[in-house]
């Protein structure tokens, strides 16, 4: 079987399962004791400490570990948001932020706060004069991932952190899919990070609170962690986070270039060989492991169960693989399309052969699937006459509206209307998506009596 999820979750890296063991037996009593046992636990913990502020470029008495990446990026809004109160109680996130950062929006906002969102565009980046354009003088904190984790996008946290700095204003970097490639540029005030992203054990954060940044953690006080993350610290799991994300980036030159080879392939021979294919996210500031395509007329789930069967295991941002049947708030924000959508994510040691067998079983496995949802094979013919349609596409979900669309487009003559019945939130994305791939133009979209109504003029 070939892993190629690992912007989910990162095998256990052999340095990793290395320290965990040791650590097990030496570090399971208390740090803050003063009896051997617990000296020896400190000098455990205070050395990953080192090793991690090391990595992430602070001070290690700025860096504490939580029991996750969302712990982490949970208590750094708050705790930020609650240290600059007095200024203001706004906060300002890109629309693609982690879903961690984006319920920390949501919650503040349920609290009486304001949120602006700040857009990007179809790579998936923002634009650093929009960032700093959204800064206010009520603004509390700003927000911005390092890097996309669905679509492999680096953002400008350079740039945007300048312009934060300038404007007085804090910034937060959710670095969990960069801090194992390598540090994160700019003058940032808060990062956060998550182990399993590189290679450590599940259930370890980090925590960066940069000297001279206001934060009030939030919650009843607890003495571990200086006062930001409650409870007895999980010495093993942190030793082993500490000593694989060390072991990481001294592999990551080398790593890096061998993973952007493959994914270069990947994007490359996967727009060629597969039909009706968009290959989304920047296609040069980005992760060098990650990338991600959809496929027109194909059910998410369906081809992410077909791949599996043929041995690879990858994710998705499809609404078809989503238990609340919406696209993926990245995709959507993008405005690109959600059918199909297949991230694959290379872990380190990720081998060649396996790209390779990848690269050749997924045209077919595509196929296989567009013929079980009868989608059409090829454009639409010249229609003798005819005139506007209605296709009610109302209670079927992706890729069904799009596949009826398609069908259907030939049956109107050049300059006239197909109008889509659809109570699906995919199809406001995947419809628009479709017309740009096959030249056709979307007309915009209404109310209907049930659900929307999606307007396609037939001009090719």
């Given at each position: 079987?070939?892993?190629?999820?690992?912007?989910?979750?990162?095998?256990?890296?052999?340095v990793?399962?290395?320290?965990l063991?040791a650590?097990?037996d030496?570090g399971?009593?208390?740090p803050?004791r003063?009896?051997?046992?617990?000296r020896?636990?400190r000098?455990?913990?205070d050395?990953a400490?080192?090793?991690a502020?090391?990595?992430?470029?602070c001070?290690?008495?700025?860096?504490?570990?939580?029991p996750?990446?969302?712990r982490?990026?949970?208590s750094?809004?708050?705790?930020?948001?609650?240290g600059?109160r007095r200024?203001g109680r706004?906060?300002?996130?890109?629309?693609?932020?982690?879903?961690?950062?984006?319920?920390?929006?949501?919650?503040h906002?349920?609290?009486?706060?304001?949120v602006?969102?700040?857009?990007?565009?179809?790579g998936?980046r923002?634009?650093p004069?929009a960032?700093?354009?959204?800064l206010?003088?009520?603004?509390?904190?700003a927000c911005?991932?390092?890097?996309n984790?669905?679509v492999?996008?680096?953002?400008?946290v350079?740039?945007?952190?300048e312009a934060?700095?300038?404007?007085?204003?804090?910034l937060?970097v959710?670095?969990?899919?960069s801090?194992?490639?390598?540090p994160?540029?700019?003058d940032?005030?808060?990062?956060?990070a998550?182990?399993?992203?590189?290679?450590?054990?599940?259930g370890?954060g980090?925590?960066?609170v940069r000297?001279?940044?206001?934060?009030?953690?939030?919650g009843?006080?607890?003495?571990?962690?200086?006062?930001?993350?409650a409870g007895?610290?999980?010495l093993?799991?942190?030793?082993?986070a500490a000593a694989?994300?060390?072991?990481?980036?001294a592999?990551?030159?080398?790593?890096?270039?061998?993973?952007?080879e493959?994914?270069e392939?990947i994007r490359?021979r996967?727009?060629?060989?597969v039909?009706?294919?968009?290959?989304?996210?920047?296609?040069?500031?980005?992760?060098?492991?990650?990338v991600?395509?959809?496929?027109?007329?194909v059910?998410?789930e369906t081809?992410?169960?077909e791949?599996?069967?043929?041995?690879?295991s990858?994710?998705?941002?499809?609404?078809?693989?989503?238990?609340?049947l919406t696209?993926?708030h990245v995709l959507?924000?993008?405005g690109?399309?959600?059918?199909?959508?297949?991230?694959?994510s290379?872990?380190?040691?990720a081998?060649?052969?396996?790209?390779e067998?990848?690269?050749?079983?997924?045209?077919?496995?595509v196929?296989g699937?567009?013929?079980r949802?009868g989608?059409p094979?090829?454009?639409?013919?010249?229609?003798?006459?005819?005139?506007?349609?209605?296709v009610?596409a109302l209670?079927?979900?992706?890729?069904?509206?799009?596949?009826?669309?398609?069908?259907?487009?030939?049956?109107?003559?050049?300059g006239?209307?197909?109008t889509v019945?659809?109570?699906?939130?995919a199809a406001?994305l995947?419809?628009p998506?479709w017309?740009?791939?096959?030249?056709?133009?979307y007309?915009?979209?209404?109310?209907?009596e049930?659900?929307?109504?999606?307007?396609v003029?037939r001009?090719?």
């Open positions: 079987m070939a892993y190629f999820d690992s912007a989910s979750s990162a095998p256990l890296h052999p990793a399962r290395q320290a063991l650590a097990l030496e399971w009593a208390d803050a003063l009896y051997r046992e617990g020896r636990a000098m455990l913990l050395a400490r080192e090793a502020a090391e990595a992430a470029g001070r290690p008495d700025e860096l504490v570990f939580t996750s990446g969302t982490a990026v949970h750094g809004v708050a705790g930020a948001l609650a600059r200024v706004h906060l300002v996130v890109s629309a693609v932020e982690h879903s961690s950062v984006l319920h920390s929006a949501a919650a906002e349920a609290d009486g706060g304001t602006t969102e700040v857009p990007v565009g179809r998936g923002v634009e004069a960032y700093a354009a959204a206010r003088a009520d603004t509390a904190l911005l991932q390092s890097a984790h669905e492999g996008t680096e953002q400008p350079a740039e945007v952190a934060c700095r300038a404007a007085g204003v804090p937060l959710d670095a969990a899919q801090l194992g490639w390598g994160v540029a700019g940032w005030s808060l990062l956060t998550s182990a399993h992203k590189w290679g450590g054990p599940a370890v980090l925590l960066v000297k001279g940044v206001r934060f009030a953690a939030q009843p006080a607890d003495e571990r962690e200086s006062g930001r993350a007895f610290e999980n093993p799991a942190i030793v082993a694989s994300l060390r072991a990481v980036r592999e990551a030159d080398a790593e890096a270039a061998r993973l952007r493959l994914v392939r490359a996967v727009a060629e060989s039909p009706d294919v968009e290959v989304v996210g920047d296609p040069v500031r980005r992760l060098p492991h990650l991600t395509f959809s496929c027109l007329y059910d998410g081809l992410l169960h791949l599996d069967r043929a041995g690879f990858v994710s998705s941002g499809s609404s078809c693989t989503s238990s609340t696209p993926s959507r924000a993008m690109v399309l959600s059918e199909g959508n297949v991230r694959v290379l872990p380190f040691g081998q060649e052969a396996d790209v067998r990848f690269l050749e079983v997924l045209p077919g496995a196929a699937v567009r013929e949802f989608a094979a090829s454009s639409p013919a010249p229609a003798a006459g005819g005139g506007d349609l209605v009610d209670g079927k979900r992706c890729p069904i509206p799009v596949i009826e669309l398609a069908k259907v487009i030939g049956d109107v003559p050049v006239a209307t197909v019945l659809s109570d699906d939130e406001r995947d419809i998506a017309c740009e791939m096959r030249g056709q133009e007309v915009g979209e209404r109310p209907a049930r659900g929307s109504a999606y307007e003029r001009t090719a």
